[in-house]
């Protein structure tokens, strides 16, 4: 019997199956199982969002590709398609990086294996070329971050000078956390689903694509990323990547459980997708995480969830009625001046409150005190802030006030919740 008919017999006996679980039952590497699903059987089976697959026919199988979400004609919609209109105009959005240049020294190394792939992914820092690179980029460390990329882009460009050369654009990218108590430890990989390289998608569509971050966000959607925070096995995603986007120059095939170095990417001359694992360093902070999905599925949220909210009134440009705070008995954790704790009663008193000021004038105490108080009055708070940083030094003083957490971190990366 060959392999494609013991496969079939597998998912029709269980159907909805992963291709790592087909290949243990059968006794075989799973890239064999990958290869033949989204091949030779590609036509008699389906696979589902979460990177399951059923025998074609099945009733109620959740269909890979994901119904758009309906725009809405609303405020919110609005400055929504505004922002992602931003985006699209934004060329500072992804990574990229010189694939050679006459120095010598690249912003970018090629990494035996895709520490994903890896049993042990730290074991990739043991190369001594990759660790001489992670050592130079430290020396940077308030400028320069660490990404690793996965399948990597060649991307042609020809600048008005004259100059011609090749763009190093991987198409995932996947961040690292650092150790802010110990500068010299080596960075771990986030345990947290990839980005969509957008500089990437820009130049494998068409540069002059006016609706390159819908692009992003349907592929996002097809990937699955959207649905789930659980990372999918690196090899089906790679085949995901590779059948839905079939059209896209791949010179490659992708298989990360056995990536390619041979010739190295400075020498090769020819545009299109390859087969190799990079280890970039970039500008921090080079994309917003999930922003772009955010705003999509913003748009499709009607006004009667948020019309009588602060929130809608905002949006509708009606004006506030500020309310005299209430001479309330406060919490004062902390110490506070005036002014602060002027801004604290307002806080506590009004639909929205805006305080402003130069760094170090006590705004992270403000907010501080205004969460410790709205928990103390039996209030839930969602506090959230463009600078993941300012989340993380917020929550950690509000912690640190009391026995036992008073902000809870969600698994999601979203911004902490307030806990009664």
Partial sequence: MSVNQRILEVLQAKPGQKARDIAVQLGVDRTVVNSALHGSLRDLVVQDKSYRWWPRGTANVERRKPEQPTKLDTPLAKLCRYYLDCLNHDDQGGVNVFASNAYGSLDYVELPSMPLAMP??????????????????????????????????????????????????PILLFGFEEDPENRYALPKLADELPQVNFKAIRNLTSPDNPSIVEEVVQLV?????ADTTEMPDLDEMSSRLRAIRSEWNWREEPDPLS?????????IHQPGIYNRAVLLATERSPYTKGLETELSMLQSVPEEQYRATALGAWLRGEAFEAHTP?????????PLNSEQRQ??????????????????????????SLLINAGWLGKTVLFASKNNKA??????????????????????????????
């Fill in 259 to 267: 990536v390619t170095q041979a010739p190295p990417l400075a020498g």
């Fill in 326 to 334: 209430d001479a309330r008995p406060l919490l004062e954790v902390l």
């Fill in 343 to 368: 801004a604290l009663l307002q806080g506590l008193s009004n639909p929205l409150t805006v305080i402003t000021g130069p760094p170090g004038t006590g705004k992270s105490q403000v907010v501080t």
């Fill in 221 to 225: 959607e097809e990937l699955g990323f």
């Fill in 120 to 169: 042990n992914p730290d074991s990739v820092f043991e190369d001594e070329t990759v660790r001489r690179f992670v050592n130079r980029t430290r020396q940077d460390r308030n400028r320069l971050t660490l990404v690793l990329g996965y399948p990597t882009c060649l991307t042609h460009l020809r600048a008005r000078s004259g100059w011609e050369g090749f763009m190093v654009e």
């Fill in 391 to 420: 989340v993380d030094v917020v929550e950690t003083r509000v912690n640190s006030l009391g026995p036992r957490p008073v902000l809870c971190q969600s698994s999601l990366e979203m911004s902490p919740c307030l806990t009664r």
